[in-house]
């Protein structure tokens, strides 16, 4: 994206797209970051484009931008709204999360649909409007939405007994299961035992996943442990893998009879998601594998900045869809 604040307008103007997606860099808008919004170089490429678009003989008709949340109350988010309205465009927010759908897996993520008159949403009642909830996307009315679907992140913990379990995202079900060659992704079979009831060859293949003692004994206080049946796991950042903290769920193989951390994090057998069970959760199709020079921590990255398909496919087909 950082290529787009040089870019020539008859480059982009020569590409004639109907639909531009967008997902600018979130770093100017993290809880962590110093959120310094449009003050942030980061945010350059995204504000080039925007100020393109009342310079373009042929705007977008349609636009979908994700970004984290936050995004919607900084002055990048108020600069957009402004420069859409006076393009003719009609907007609809959303702050939606893979938890809405089914998948025990919380990244809330703000969408921005926008369509250029005369063309309009099926719902005009949510037009300019943030939504919390899914409903227009499943065909619900405004008092549906209202009454039951429109809750703030905050209340979204009641989704998860409407959840599927981890266990479902997870890779391999039993050890004897073995290494996929063609995708590289390494057989991690679903333990109810000791680790030490384990096929030695799936031991040796789970190795790379498993979490050192030495960084339970310094991160274990911060650490956020899952278990096959749990009905959440926290966002996986594209630090994954490379840092413990903050960057996404651990698996505990070996399920004590007090979950959490009052049990030792030790003998809980704790391990990192694989690459393909984070695609899972980020609900990637079956067929998709990487490239075999791509490796484990570029694989962890790449996923870390991906996007949610469960959350994105309903909304591009909104956005898509015409009202009859």
């Known amino acids: 994206m950082m290529f787009m604040s040089?870019?020539?307008?008859?480059?982009?103007?020569?590409?004639?797209?109907?639909a531009w997606l967008l997902s600018p860099p979130c770093q100017p808008y993290t809880r962590q970051g110093l959120q310094k919004h449009s003050g942030d170089a980061r945010a350059?490429?995204?504000?080039?484009?925007?100020?393109?678009i009342p310079h373009t003989k042929q705007p977008p008709n349609m636009l979908l931008v994700e970004n984290v949340v936050g995004f919607e109350t900084s002055d990048t988010h108020t600069k957009m709204v402004e420069i859409l309205a006076n393009s003719d465009f009609v907007t609809q927010e959303f702050i939606l999360s893979p938890l809405q759908f089914g998948v025990p897996y919380s990244r809330p993520r703000y969408f921005c649909l926008a369509k250029r008159k005369p063309l309009s949403f099926q719902h005009k009642v949510f037009d300019n409007q943030l939504l919390y909830s899914l409903g227009p996307l499943l065909g619900q009315n405004v008092n549906t939405v209202i009454d039951g679907f429109d809750q703030a992140p905050e209340n979204w913990d009641k989704l998860l007994q409407s959840c599927?379990?981890?266990?479902?995202f997870l890779e391999f079900k039993n050890s004897?299961?073995?290494?996929?060659a063609e995708t590289d992704f390494v057989a991690i079979p679903n333990v109810s035992g000791d680790l030490e009831n384990i096929a030695d060859e799936n031991l040796i293949a789970m190795e790379q996943y498993f979490v050192p003692s030495c960084l339970i004994d310094r991160w274990g206080s911060a650490m956020d442990i899952v278990y096959s049946d749990s009905k959440r796991c926290c966002c996986f950042t594209k630090s994954y893998y490379r840092y413990v903290k903050g960057t996404g769920s651990l698996l505990a193989t070996v399920q004590p009879k007090d979950k959490g951390k009052t049990s030792s994090l030790k003998d809980q057998g704790l391990r990192y998601f694989t690459p393909r069970e984070v695609a899972n959760l980020h609900s990637f199709p079956e067929d998709f594998?990487?490239?075999?020079h791509i490796?484990?921590?570029q694989r962890y990255a790449l996923?870390?900045?991906s996007l949610s398909i469960a959350v994105v496919a309903p909304l591009l087909r909104y956005l898509f869809t015409q009202p009859l």
């Open 289 to 292: 594998h990487f490239p075999q």
């Open 303 to 305: 996923l870390g900045n």
């Open 164 to 168: 599927e379990p981890v266990e479902n």
């Open 6 to 18: 040089t870019v020539l307008v008859t480059v982009l103007i020569s590409y004639g797209a109907h």
């Open 176 to 180: 004897s299961d073995q290494v996929n």
């Open 295 to 297: 490796s484990l921590r």
């Open 44 to 52: 350059s490429s995204f504000l080039k484009i925007l100020e393109l």
